[in-house]
């Protein structure tokens, strides 16, 4: 006979997203930063034509399609850090570097 506490939980109980959800999930995300890092690049383009704003906005566009790879490949973790460090940075870049 099996003792009471000896059952294992039931992959019913878990709670959280699938590998695939969190995959879509930030494949989702990556896209709709990537249209807005595309929008922001066309706004700050049009008030100031500098190859420093180009440069700023295109490295996040290209780090978004990089996290749309990752996350297309199973490494969501690195991807959301990469995102998010990235994003960040890009960000500063602007608020730092470009008048």
Known sequence: MDAPGSE???SESRVGLTPRQARRIRIVLASVLMAAMAAVLVV??????????????GAALVLCGVVIELSRNGRTRLGTWLLG??????LAADWLLLP
Not at 44 to 56: C, E, F, M, P
Not at 85 to 90: C, E, F, K, S, T
């Open 8 to 10: 294992e939980p039931r």
């Open 44 to 57: 700050r383009l049009a008030s100031r034509t500098s190859v420093l704003v180009v440069g700023v906005y």
């Open 85 to 90: 460090v990235g994003l960040a940075a890009a």
